[in-house]
């Protein structure tokens, strides 16, 4: 079922890009920590516009997360971004925060219509027992 549980990504996209064949492994490493933590829809978080493809995070506890040092971390989302794959904010102070947008997030991920219960019709759908066995529409292929 396709409830936005999963990230479905690009097999076209992804090999060919510089932080996937990076010589750093922490770059791919961070790049698809991101792709998997990333908003997949817009919406907001303490009311800040979070937009597809952001996620909001704290360096040090994201860098621990993935089992590196915070400053690690810190150097690996400025190469990042100086590969021109994400834009970084941060706001520093006790109730900071570091705003990740990943730039090419929909050559990644691509959009999906998430799917919404089907209009049940008399008799439609129902086994030899009377269950309906099917409440939602078909889902995307996925690979």
Known sequence: MNNGNFVPYSRESIPETVWY?????????????????????NGAWKGIKVNRGDIILSCSKYAERL??????MAYTLEQLEKLGEIKVETKPGFYGYTKVSILKYDNY?????????KQKQSGENEGENGKDYSMYEEDAVMW
């Open 67 to 72: 089992g590196m040092s915070a400053s690690t």
């Open 21 to 41: 064949t990076n010589r750093n492994k922490n770059i791919t490493a961070v790049m698809f920590a991101l792709l998997l933590d990333a908003k997949y829809k």
């Open 109 to 117: 991920v691509p959009k999906l219509e998430y799917n919404k219960p």
